[in-house]
């Protein structure tokens, strides 16, 4: 049988990015100003401009055919004890969803994992490479064409920031929330799990059975370019949840962040060295 050379740690990653606007990096890399969102608006995004930067999906707890009445009804059944229950459709798919989680503040970010770069099979240094392909890229802007950029203020072109030590951005948004008043137990940090919703059939149901609001982690699989890993903050404190409407500051990040100014319409390039141990 061949060797294949895998990485020990296939999962964990290096870098983190964040598609935006010029305006809103260098706010983030020169005074930490982080804007979170909420799955609703992401939800009515979408309904307006499409799938990409938005998603119609978020926050569904479980979902059928419009039609299949009896499973309809099953789920319906199951999740009633949550007060705020909501159906969502989505063409002709019921979701069932929270409304409360719906209105949580989440901030979203690109994770580099290990696995996405091919792994050596000799110690020593090496270069890496990989692709974070152009659809990621394009899906936040809108899918702009690449001669619209000039067209825009300087502002409001696009950016992508660049975390290149996420634990120690991750502490500084720790402290930072902590001093709102914001619990520990309150803040949710996971990845995305994206689902193929159609695996069994388009006519197929999903229940998710996870326990709110961790089905904030789940997205349709086509959405699986986006590589996503996703903060949640789980408060049903109404003040904090006014602080975190607007951008809050939680002190310069240029010593561990940098931003780039370029439309990737054709997907970023990446390249590192890498010393290689192997056990």
Known sequence: MENVNVWKSPENFSLVFRCTTVEYADSFVDLGEIKFNTPKSWQDYAKEYGDGRGDEFEGTMATCKINDITKLAELINKYKKYKDLETYMVKDRCCLKRKKDMHLPCFCFYILKHNMFECPGEDGVHKLTTKIPASYFRDFTDDMEFSKVDELEERKRPAVVCIKDYIEFEKRLLIALLSLGVKRDE???????????????????????????????????????????????????????????????????NDIANVIKKYFYNGMKIEMNSNIEQV
């Open 187 to 253: 803040i949710i940090i996971g990845r995305i799990n994206y689902i193929d919703y159609e695996k069994y059939g388009e006519n197929s149901w999903w229940d998710f059975g996870q326990t709110p609001p961790k089905q904030l982690l789940i997205k349709p699989k086509h959405f699986k370019q986006q590589n996503e890993a996703r903060i949640i903050i789980n408060t049903k404190n109404n003040e904090i949840k006014k602080i975190l409407d607007k951008p809050i500051k939680i002190g310069p990040l």
